[in-house]
């Protein structure tokens, strides 16, 4: 349980930190840092909430 919750955390906890940490006028692929890390962010929460997921079928006989 104590891992999934800790998966499920690391996309939000990463968006947070993320705003202070890369807010700039420095340009990624023709975006602002920042927007490119949400946008990271964004695309593998459904990866970490998947890995959470899993993790709390291990002890359940989830498939």
């Known amino acids: 349980m104590r891992k999934a919750l800790i998966l499920g955390f690391i996309p939000y906890a990463a968006m947070v930190v993320g705003v202070p940490l890369f807010n700039s006028d420095r340009v990624v692929l023709g975006l602002p840092l920042l927007a ?28």
């Open 36 to 63: 490119l890390w949400l946008s990271a962010c964004v695309l593998v929460t459904p990866l970490f909430l998947w890995l959470a997921d899993r993790a709390l079928g291990e002890g359940e006989g989830h498939e």
